[in-house]
């Protein structure tokens, strides 16, 4: 907790998206399913921008921001209880893809932005890594990726359409969130993620 907000994230925001996603009769090639689900993933991105935020303008030390930065990590990578086995492989998509979220920004934060390449660049090489079996290596590609994309480089996610379905191209998904959540920290609304709205 700080007294720059309340919190950036809680439990109880992260359990109102899973109701939602318990409740709605889920298909992925659906387009409301599909936007229910990013939104979930734009929401948890957005407390990730909002922290490294905190952080950038003072009111967050670099310790504090990583202690929040875990907090959220905590609450969103936790185990998840669902019935339905297909929406936890759904919602495990959602969580596999926010890791290098998460990871990019703590790297941000305690180390700054990576100098040796371009995002592109990065994501190839994550991609041949992944190739060779070294899921370290390719994480560790994306989430120097991931410190550009804070720095206010821009992703081109066209780039993920020359991607094998995998761990990288899921990676890649959740740094798009990263950088739709760096560049307007407020998309995704309130009452949408209290299950307000019908």
């Known amino acids: 907790m700080t007294d720059v907000e309340d919190t950036f994230y809680t439990k109880d925001r992260w359990q109102n998206w899973i109701g939602r996603v318990a409740e709605e009769d889920l298909d992925p090639e659906n387009e409301d399913s599909a936007r229910l689900l990013l939104n979930l993933q734009d929401d948890a991105a957005i407390a990730v921008a909002k922290i490294v935020n905190a952080h950038e303008d003072g009111p967050l030390d670099a310790e504090e921001a990583i202690a929040e930065l875990t907090d ?3 609450i ?3 185990d998840v209880e669902l019935e339905d086995e297909e929406k936890r492989m759904l919602i495990d998509g959602v969580q596999t893809s926010l890791v290098c979220v998460f990871y990019a920004a703590e790297e941000y934060i305690s180390a700054g932005v990576a100098e040796e390449g371009t995002i592109e660049e990065y994501i190839h090489a994550a991609a041949d890594a992944e190739a060779n ?6 994480l560790g590609y994306l989430v120097q990726a991931g410190t550009r994309i804070i720095d206010g480089d821009e992703l081109d996610i066209a780039v993920v359409e020359d991607l094998d379905y995998g761990l990288v191209s899921e990676w890649v998904n959740g740094l798009d969130s990263l950088q739709s959540a760096m560049s307007d920290p407020e998309v995704v609304e309130e009452e949408e993620a209290d299950g307000d709205q019908n």
Do not use: G
């Open 72 to 74: 959220v990590r905590d």
């Open 76 to 78: 969103v990578l936790d």
């Open 133 to 138: 079996e070294d899921l370290d290596a390719a």
